[in-house]
C-alpha cells in the first residue's frame, strides 16, 4: 500500500484496496446527503393542529354552487405547505373544470364520484384516494351524496 499525506491540506490518500472501498463509501454517503439532507431542526414557533370539525362551529365554510367545503386544516396552520378540507357534495354537484398551480388529493370518504382527468372519466368511490398533478385541468361530479377529503 502506497500513502500519501499533505498535512497542509489536512488529507491523506491512500491506492490500497481499503482505501478505495472507504472511498466509494465517503462518495455513496456524499450523493445520498445531496439528495435526502438531514431533517432541519424542530420550529418550535410551530404548534399542534387538532381540528374537530363536528365540535368547532368555528371553522370557515364556504358554500359554492351547492357545495359546502369546510377548511379543517389551513395554510397557515401547515407554513403554507398544504390543507385539509371537509367537502360536501350533493348529487350532481361538484366543481367544473378547473386547475391548479399545486397538487390536489383528495379521498372519498363517502359516496361515488365521478372524475374526468385529461377528457378520461374514472369512478371514485368510499375508501379511494386520487391524486391529481398540478397544473392539469379536472372536473368531477358525484352521482351520490360525496364527502371528500
Given amino acids: 500500500m502506497i500513502v500519501d499525506c ?4 489536512g488529507a491523506c490518500l491512500s491506492t490500497g484496496p481499503q482505501q478505495e472501498d472507504h472511498n466509494l463509501k ?9 439528495e435526502y439532507p438531514p431533517i432541519p431542526s424542530d420550529d418550535l414557533s410551530r404548534t399542534l393542529t387538532f381540528s374537530q370539525p363536528n365540535l368547532n362551529g368555528k371553522l ?11 377548511i379543517t386544516v389551513s395554510g397557515r396552520d401547515t407554513d403554507d405547505r398544504f390543507c385539509v378540507i371537509d367537502m360536501h357534495i350533493p348529487p350532481g354537484g361538484g366543481p367544473g373544470p ?21 377528457g378520461k372519466k374514472s369512478t371514485a ?14 372536473s368531477s361530479t358525484t352521482h351520490h351524496p360525496g364527502r371528500l377529503a
Avoid: M
Fill in 125 to 138: 368511490r368510499a375508501g379511494d384516494t386520487v391524486n391529481i398533478p398540478s397544473n392539469s385541468r379536472i
Fill in 60 to 70: 370557515p365554510h364556504i358554500g359554492l354552487v351547492g357545495d359546502t367545503y369546510t
Fill in 98 to 118: 378547473h386547475r391548479h398551480d399545486f397538487e390536489e388529493t383528495f379521498i372519498l370518504l363517502d359516496g361515488e364520484i365521478e372524475v374526468t382527468f385529461r
Fill in 6 to 9: 499533505w498535512t497542509n491540506a
Fill in 26 to 34: 465517503e462518495k455513496q454517503h456524499a450523493e445520498t446527503e445531496a
